[in-house]
């Protein structure tokens, strides 16, 4: 597919929390899945402090790095482009994630030093993370609801949840310039609060990619492959990748959220396709984004 210099905007689903036990939430919600697979979600309960605390944290973690310009680092997403368009620079842009995983039980995760202005960061993370894992929580029944089977669904798969919160940097650059390359997400949902810089583009209907609409302070929902699967693809996981805006450095903040490792994921009944009709999947390690090393596997085919 092409880089299309001149993206348009988009305009996604914009979900309010407040009403999420009211009949249409559920069915709001299933037609942004099935349409794109995203949507913001306002009055979403996280404190707008708190969300300001790991942005701030996020850009005081990579302050260092943004005084060096560092060798670009390998990306193994796809990336097509014309071979005429000079104002755009379709290698990595260098972005820097520091990655914290959930749960922890080997106390494998490295936490920075709490000191020159990441006080409390360790804290202040795990804090953010069970917040944004409440909300999904919460978010379960509903999606349920919209796919017309009983609200304790996917109950047992979240018994026990895997969880990869990213701090993300794009430092500045003087042209456009690509980010993190088109990818899909690995896991059930990807909470991206949000900020008010551009950069995350969408491949959507008729065949092209788009801008969504900036929110800040809403939370952007999205579905992963593992969420695709059990739909059947009834809710996609979409492409997705994020471009360098010239002239701003852009900090972004995802979660990946996901069942228990080792949960078998299979079509829900009614959701089974000819092509892919009972098949089921194994999210092997876990859940994640672009760079996880979760394995979808097929475990059983009829």
């Known amino acids: ?24 939430f559920a069915g709001k919600l299933g037609s942004a899945l099935e349409q794109s697979g995203f949507f913001y979600l306002q009055n979403h309960g996280i404190p707008k402090e708190m969300i300001e605390g790991v942005f701030r944290y996020t850009e005081i973690f990579h302050s260092s790095s943004l005084h060096t310009d560092p060798a670009p680092s390998s990306d193994k997403q796809s990336v097509s482009s014309t071979e005429d368009e000079e104002d755009f620079d379709e290698q990595p842009g260098n972005a820097m994630a520091f990655q914290i995983n959930f749960p922890d039980g080997q106390e ?18 795990q804090a953010y993370v069970a917040l944004i894992d409440d909300l999904g929580r919460r978010l379960l029944p509903v999606a349920a609801k919209a796919l017309n089977a009983p609200a304790n669904l996917f109950e047992v798969a979240f018994r026990e949840v895997v969880m990869s919160q990213s701090l993300t940097c794009y430092p500045k650059r003087a042209k456009r310039q690509m980010g993190l390359g088109e990818h899909r997400d690995d896991g059930f949902f990807t909470f991206i609060a949000q900020s008010d810089k551009p950069g995350l583009e969408l491949w959507l209907k008729p065949g092209k990619w788009f801008r969504p609409q900036l929110m800040p302070g809403a939370i952007l929902v999205n579905s992963g492959d593992a969420l695709s699967r059990w739909t059947n693809g009834r809710w996609p996981s979409t492409l997705h990748r994020v471009v360098n805006v010239p002239g701003q450095t852009r900090f972004a903040i995802p979660l990946f959220w996901g069942p228990k490792p080792g949960f078998v994921v299979q079509p829900l009944v009614g959701t089974e396709s000819e092509r892919s009709r009972k098949r089921a999947f194994s999210l092997a390690l876990g859940c994640g984004g672009p760079d996880s090393r979760v394995a979808l596997q097929k475990t059983s085919t009829c």
């Open 1 to 24: 597919m092409e880089l299309d210099l001149a993206v348009e905007q988009c305009c996604l689903p914009v979900l309010d929390f407040d009403d999420c036990s009211d009949e249409a």
């Open 108 to 125: 494998l995760n490295r936490w920075p030093e709490e000191k020159f202005g990441m006080e409390c960061f360790r804290e202040h993370i």
